[in-house]
């Protein structure tokens, strides 16, 4: 297979997320999958082995739910992926979509919970701030508003019985550390969990059965995140303290008697049982790499997301079974990555590096940032990532200061020079990689989307003689002029990170955006910019780019009638081959001999 069609086939081969299931209907399931080519949801009917596609849309839907008695299935619809409209809902087996609740007026969605009782609580946002309803779906009766703040709010879980409703919140004025309240349909206040600055709270989920009013919550009260088992009615709380190095996720096992234990460490996860009568640990047998969901089920079991650099994505089970896969023609399989520890200047600086398969080193090589910041790099697979290195790239990609997976205080440490930070790790890993012979430094190509994307901008504005290239996709240009037209969500992640809105401490702002220092620009770059996108608004790319223009300065401009990235297929195969285009030119690299005509 030539080079082109591989990476590719990657793109196109059929992909679907873990089926979750309705907790009192377990033989019912929703997915999302991409084999109509565009992100869709799916429902599973396990007891007859049929699946259907529920949602057809333009530009694919992204957020579902299943509710707890497997009646019915809820999507959000918005339009064209500026994520902003209302819940949809349909029944499990297909019938008339309707609005979930004709009361509900539409908004940007922070969270969704629903009982078995028929009730809904739905979190929305608006420049109003943030808003909670409780409602009873199918009635006419308006939704109530049960809370109600200007700062960061979301829906974390709702009791399955529908007696008690979990919202994170930030009234504190940090959305980075959220606090856990539970407040009953009413809005009376039940309790709260609060351990003060730096130290967030994170609601997983509320026991899975009708008469147990327990919540599974993660804290920082040591460095990182981790279980608490907290009773809101009594205030009783149980801490889960696990001898394990990495950072940890949680969720309940089915009876409500033992917890399922991911475990996050080096870019990798691993999955345990814990007993909550006993307190043991029992490993889960997976294969190495990345646990991207899992979910026990009734027997016992344990169903899983899992892939690898090399290995495309396959849902499991821990009996060792495939549960589902897709038809169609599967992924090509793709090289291994390599670990690096590099030392920065806050610290060691987890690395991970893909080389091509030919060539001799040094390589013309991509650092691809990830988004985020709060986000990671693994031991995945992502054809994008693969698609570069069947094009002769090596691959080097940062956990920086600010990514998840080391603990709070990395994660935390943005606070006062951002974007500035997260880039003195990207340049000690880049003389790292120069200096060992892996990279050449006259083809270095700095790339990355949304957060990456904003890091790409201001590398190049701040690092000019470093890169050949860059390639921002969705970036960031201007922190103040994206703080005026983004979701409420953003503006309070900005002002957590900033310490302030822009009104408030401007030359913050001002010293960590990209378009401050136009000046000193000289990379060739491209930018990809989604038309209806709520998180990087395209308004102040625009400003950016116009600002460019009149400097004469050599830029591509990719534009998509989409939002925060794109849900259709050929569509990011359009996107993926532009920016390899733009970076063969930019380091003289020809295409592989074999996509030659």
């Known amino acids: 297979m030539k080079a082109e069609e591989r990476w590719q086939a990657r793109f196109r081969a059929a992909r679907m997320t873990l089926p979750i299931w309705a907790r009192l209907a377990p033989a019912r399931a929703v997915y999302r999958c991409n084999i109509s080519g565009i992100w869709e949801i799916h429902a599973w009917d396990r007891s007859i082995g049929v699946t259907r596609q529920v949602t057809s849309r333009p530009r694919g839907t992204s957020n579902a739910a299943i509710d707890p008695t497997g009646q019915w299935i809820w999507w959000f619809s918005d339009t064209y992926g500026d994520e902003f409209g209302i819940w949809m809902r349909q029944p499990f087996n297909g019938g008339p979509e309707m609005p979930a609740h004709p009361g509900l007026a539409p908004g940007h969605p922070t969270g969704l919970a629903l009982s078995a009782t028929g009730t809904a609580a739905v979190g929305r946002s608006s420049r109003h701030g943030f808003q909670v309803f409780h409602m009873r779906v199918g009635s006419d009766e308006k939704p109530a508003m049960i809370y109600e703040s200007r700062e960061f709010a979301q829906v974390a879980g709702m009791s399955l019985d529908g007696s008690l409703i979990a919202v994170s919140h930030s009234e504190h004025g940090d959305s980075r550390h959220p606090a856990l309240r539970v407040i009953k349909p009413n809005g009376q206040v039940v309790g709260d969990l609060n351990d003060g600055p730096g130290k967030g709270f994170t609601g997983v989920r509320f026991a899975p059965t009708m008469t147990d009013r327990r919540i599974l919550a993660l804290h920082e009260r040591r460095g990182r995140r981790e279980p608490l088992v907290w009773d809101p009615v009594t205030g009783e709380q149980r801490e889960i303290w696990l001898r394990v190095p990495g950072e940890i996720t949680a969720d309940w096992y089915h009876d409500g008697r033992a917890v399922l234990i991911g475990h996050n460490n080096r870019a990798r996860t691993e999955l345990f049982r814990y007993d909550l009568g006993g307190g043991g640990l029992t490993p889960i047998k997976t294969p190495h790499g990345v646990i991207h969901d899992a979910m026990p089920r009734p027997d016992g079991t344990v169903e899983y997301s899992w892939s690898s650099a090399a290995h495309p994505p396959v849902i499991r089970s821990s009996d060792g079974h495939v549960v589902m896969n897709q038809s169609g023609p599967s992924a090509p399989p793709s090289v291994p990555l390599e670990d690096v520890f590099v030392e920065g200047p806050g610290g060691r600086v987890h690395a991970l590096v893909s080389r091509p398969e030919g060539g001799p080193a040094p390589y013309p090589t991509v650092f691809l940032l990830h988004g985020g910041p709060a986000a990671q790099d693994d031991d995945s697979f992502v054809p994008a990532l693969a698609a570069w290195v069947d094009s002769g790239f090596a691959v080097v990609r940062v956990n920086y200061r600010g990514s998840t997976g080391y603990g709070s205080a990395w ?28 990279a050449d430094p006259e083809r270095l190509v700095l790339a990355g989307a949304s957060w990456g994307g904003y890091l790409t901008l201001l590398a190049i504005g701040t690092q000019p003689k470093s890169w050949v290239a860059g390639i921002a ?8 002029a994206a703080y005026g037209d983004e979701t409420e969500g953003l503006r309070a992640y900005h002002r957590a990170l900033f310490g302030g809105s822009p009104q408030e401490v401007p030359e913050l702002y001002a010293a960590s955006s990209p378009i401050s220092y136009l000046d000193s620009l000289h990379t060739p770059l491209m930018v990809l910019a989604g038309e209806n996108d709520p998180r990087s608004p395209i308004s102040q790319i625009e400003k950016y780019l116009e600002k460019l223009e009149e400097r004469g300065h050599d830029v591509e401009v990719y534009r998509y009638n989409a939002g925060h990235g794109t849900l259709v297929v050929e569509e990011r195969i359009k996107q993926m081959s532009a920016q390899l285009d733009f970076a063969r030119k930019h380091v003289g690299l020809a295409p592989p001999a074999s996509d030659r005509s």
């Open 473 to 480: 996709a969705v970036p960031i240009a201007d922190h103040a």
């Open 411 to 438: 994660r935390d440490a943005l606070r006062g020079d951002v974007g500035h930070i997260e880039l003195a790790d990207v340049a000690a890993v880049r003389d790292w990689a120069v200096n060992q012979g892996v």
